[in-house]
């Protein structure tokens, strides 16, 4: 046994428990908004305390806890934490990358170990919907900035004649919405295209539709409690999927709906995790996020649902693509492409 070997990966497990570990405290900051108070300007912990209302001892291990991370910085000649404009942006800004809502996520997927644990036993599965309401919550406040990004001004210019029919007034299918936040984008740019959103977990919709109220889009935006297998309307201009194609049990016959509703010059905007079609592309830190995700969340729901699949995070555009054409459509390409997305255009 090499000792050094040993040596280099206790270095890796002592860097990833202590991530684990402040998760919790990153999640703390977030619901207590502490980095948005930090975001105003640098504080001792007492000036920390008087700013945000909270127990000067937690702030205190809080604060040097995120400092030991580089979440915050520290100056040892006044005292003060602060944050620097990138990582204010970063943790701060709801309209920013919003890390912090991913560690929302990672506990609430979390709290589900013995059933997931105890899954890996019988082969049964577990739904989105039997998560801590953490997890829903969590995946539309990390998931929207990236989608206010890319949505509006790069993934929807990137399909052929689809900006032009969105503008003149479209309809559009936007299924597994969550609570609605890309329905909403595309209601706000598009004022005279309507946005039927759909989801089986009608926690969310119930979410979804207090969201649409209170921004004024209900007239343009409407939801609806069901399955991408099974929900209403024909005809449509344009059926969106947003990360979750890969969590169906029955993607194919989900692909088939949307073959069936689309208008016949009709376009399928598919948006799924970034993969690799051999597991050595994947093996990397964004592969082992979604690995991990996947393995609480993605496969257990595609194995609680009747079709058989269970496609996982890590998919692949081969895999996608088989899905595609078993049900049906004879068009189907990479239209654009982030660091953590591959967007698809899909027609009849």
């Not at 205190?60 to 995120?66: C, T, V």
């Not at 809502?101 to 997931?116: D, K, Q, T, V």
């Not at 790069?154 to 609570?179: E, F, H, M, N, Q």
């Not at 699949?309 to 982030?338: H, K, M, N």
Request: hydrophobic share 40%; aromatic share 10%; with cysteine.
């Amino acid at each position: 046994m090499d000792q050094d070997k040993v040596t280099e990966f206790l270095g890796r497990f002592v860097s990833d428990l202590a991530a684990t570990d402040a998760a919790g405290s990153v999640v703390v900051g977030h619901r207590l908004g502490l980095y948005r108070a930090l975001a105003q300007g640098p504080a001792t912990p007492e000036q920390f305390a008087e700013r945000t209302g909270c127990h000067l001892r937690y702030l205190i291990e809080w604060l040097r806890g995120q400092a030991a991370g580089g979440y915050v910085g520290y100056d040892p000649a006044t005292g003060e934490f602060s944050l620097s404009e990138e990582q204010a942006f970063c943790l701060a800004d709801p309209n920013g990358p919003n890390v912090a809502a991913a560690f929302l996520i990672s506990l609430g997927m979390l709290r589900a170990e013995p059933r997931i644990t105890e899954a890996f036993r019988t082969g049964a599965g577990v739904g989105w919907h039997e998560h801590h309401d953490d997890v829903a919550v969590g995946c539309d406040a990390f998931f929207r900035p990236g989608y206010v990004a890319a949505l509006i001004p790069s993934w929807i210019p990137a399909l052929d004649g689809v900006d032009a029919k969105l503008t003149a007034g479209a309809r559009v299918a936007d299924l597994g919405c969550g609570l609605g936040s890309t329905s909403m984008l595309l209601a706000q740019a598009y004022p005279r295209t309507t946005v039927v959103g759909s989801d089986y977990h009608a926690e969310s919709i119930e979410l979804a539709l207090k969201r649409a109220a209170e921004a004024g889009v209900t007239d343009r935006v409407t939801f609806e409690v069901t399955t991408a297998q099974t929900f209403t309307g024909e005809n449509y201009d344009l059926v969106t999927m947003f990360d979750c194609l890969h969590d169906m049990g029955d993607p194919i016959g989900a692909a088939r709906r949307v073959r069936q509703a689309l208008a016949p010059d009709g376009t399928w905007l598919l948006v799924e995790p970034y993969a690799a079609d051999a597991v050595e592309g994947n093996l990397n830190p964004v592969g082992r996020l979604y690995y991990s995700a996947s393995t609480f969340l993605c496969v257990p729901n595609g194995l609680s649902q009747p079709g058989g699949y269970a496609l996982g995070a890590q998919a692949g555009e081969s895999a996608v693509r088989q899905v595609i054409t078993d049900a049906g459509f004879t068009r189907f390409r990479r239209a654009a492409q982030t660091p953590f997305n591959l967007v698809y255009e899909v027609r009849p």
